[in-house]
């Protein structure tokens, strides 16, 4: 099994610790002129998504986590599985609810997710960071009143609601920020 | 860079002012500290078949030699070398402003330390009189725990007390590795983060190459100088017995043996030039770098230098 030096260690690098596979957020060297060095770590369980902290002598050793990050393209839904395709391979692969999380609501079919594999099966499914997606159902806009600032909730075609200014109309394409579910811009079509 | 120029000429100034002598010593040497945290970066040359050549880690043992040789005070700003360290405070070369004084200790040599520091950074940003904690006393008191009697258990359970977590790999016997992660994990984070802190008489068995408290064994004359968190200095009330000092390089290559570590050679020319006798003298090590660190109030080794080690 491959492993990893604390030498070695840097952001998003992912180890085995406790048996389950982390990737490593920050990696401080700390060290005394005269005295022992420390690496200290903080680390997100890439199952769970905690962040905790672990300090490591300097020069012990990790194995590595058989963790990768892969592009895939997401297919459909059957309820209970989402099915995903490799573009280059044309492997397909399921991932459950556990793994692809709050993304589900931003998912449309043929777009290009980033999945996080974890000894050959999906841990994590990300949706891109900013998706365009066409609002199906919202109150009517109200024109000329971009300035006041008042949201109303619209229905995207994935199903995931947000909050769109007053001006947006039903049918308009708009961008959303999938980390915040926030609404960006009005995307012109 | 012209704030590490600016440095220079004030670290010139404050030594022309003392009569100090600038000395030169190599950079290559062929002996090596046996210090088991230190790792030198060797290399070899043509002209020396069969020799290692190591890189100095720090200018001491060549100015210990000029100092049993007579040259009086002297000071240097040395490049130096030490593998494995980088980090947000550390890259793996680096400069060393060193210097030594005749007939004071460390206590004296703190008070010197305290005013050269002043001089430096004071014309950038103010700074304030210094703090003098003995690192028993720190420990006590941002530790909860004493440094020079508690039980390894003891040591342990302060740690935990202090939030810190286990640290992988760590030996639970490894009374120095312990005292170190509380004194990075709990004291030096806890100290004032607005002026200097010196924290002094280090337990013996960190001595280095300080000499033993003559009236309390368990303490070291030695000092180490905190700008909150970040390590400035290192000084001594200088070792000039030779005989205690191979006793300590032979203990320092048997714990590198259980490490797995290279044996360094021992650095005769040092023990033959306190054998023939080293001035009373206290001597330091000042990190030129983090000093500037502090004067430009930046958080990063790399902010003041021209290109860290990835982009050399």
């Known amino acids: 099994m491959a492993s990893y030096s604390t030498n070695e260690f840097k952001g998003g690098l992912k180890i085995m610790l406790d048996g389950d596979p982390y990737a490593i957020v920050e990696n401080e060297f700390v060290k005394p002129g005269k005295g022992q060095a420390f690496n200290r770590v903080k680390v997100r369980n890439l199952k769970t998504g905690r962040v905790i902290e672990r300090t490591f002598k300097s020069g012990e050793s990790v194995e590595a986590a058989d963790v990768i990050d892969t592009e895939m393209q997401y297919l459909y839904t059957d309820g209970e599985y989402w099915h995903f395709m490799d573009p280059n391979s044309f492997e397909q692969i399921a991932a459950d609810r556990t793994a692809v999380g709050e993304s589900a609501k931003w998912l449309r079919e043929q777009d290009t997710v980033e999945i996080t594999l974890y000894n050959g099966e999906p841990l994590t499914v990300t949706a891109p960071k900013l998706v365009d997606l066409r609002i199906t159902q919202t109150d009517p806009g109200v024109r000329g009143d971009t300035a006041q600032g008042g949201t109303k909730p619209a229905v995207l075609e994935t199903g995931a609601e947000v909050k769109v200014p007053l001006f947006i109309e039903e049918g308009e394409v708009i961008r959303v920020d999938t980390r915040k579910g926030e609404y960006v811009s009005r995307v012109k079509e | ?312």
């Open chain 2, 1 to 312: 860079m012209r704030l590490r120029a600016r440095l220079k000429a004030r670290i010139r100034a404050f030594f022309d002012a003392t009569q100090t002598l600038e000395v030169d010593t190599p950079a290559l040497s062929l002996a090596a500290p046996t210090d088991p945290h230190i790792a030198g970066l060797q290399t070899g040359l043509s002209v020396l078949p069969g020799r290692r050549i190591y890189l100095q880690s720090s200018p001491e043992f060549p100015m210990k030699r000029l100092l049993a040789a007579g040259v009086g005070d002297c000071w240097q700003l040395a490049r130096v070398f030490r593998d494995g360290e980088r980090g947000r405070r550390h890259n793996p070369e680096f400069d060393l402003l060193e210097w030594y004084r005749i007939g004071i200790d460390h206590h004296d040599l703190m008070d010197e330390v305290e005013a050269l520091l002043t001089a430096l950074v004071r014309p950038e940003r103010p700074v304030e009189p210094a703090e003098r904690w003995s690192y028993q006393e720190a420990f006590r008191r941002f530790a909860g725990v004493d440094p020079l009697a508690a039980a390894m258990h003891e040591l342990r359970a302060a740690a935990a007390g202090a939030g810190l977590a286990p640290v992988d790999g760590l030996e639970d016997d490894d009374r120095d590795g312990w005292l170190d992660r509380l004194l990075t994990g709990a004291v030096t984070p806890r100290l004032p983060r607005d002026r200097p802190v010196f924290l002094y008489d280090w337990p013996a068995s960190q001595a280095a190459l300080a000499r033993l408290d003559p009236a309390d064994a368990r303490v070291a004359h030695r000092f180490e100088l905190y700008w909150g968190e970040l390590e400035l200095a290192n000084g001594f009330h200088e070792l000039a017995d030779a005989t205690e000092q191979r006793d300590r390089f032979e203990a320092d290559l048997a714990r590198r043996d259980a490490l797995g570590l290279q044996r360094p050679p021992i650095d005769e020319a040092l023990l033959a030039a306190l054998e023939s006798g080293l001035p009373e003298c206290a001597g330091v090590a000042l990190g030129f770098d983090r000093l500037a660190m502090v004067t430009a109030g930046v958080d990063t080794i790399d902010a003041v230098l021209a290109f860290p080690v990835e982009r050399s």
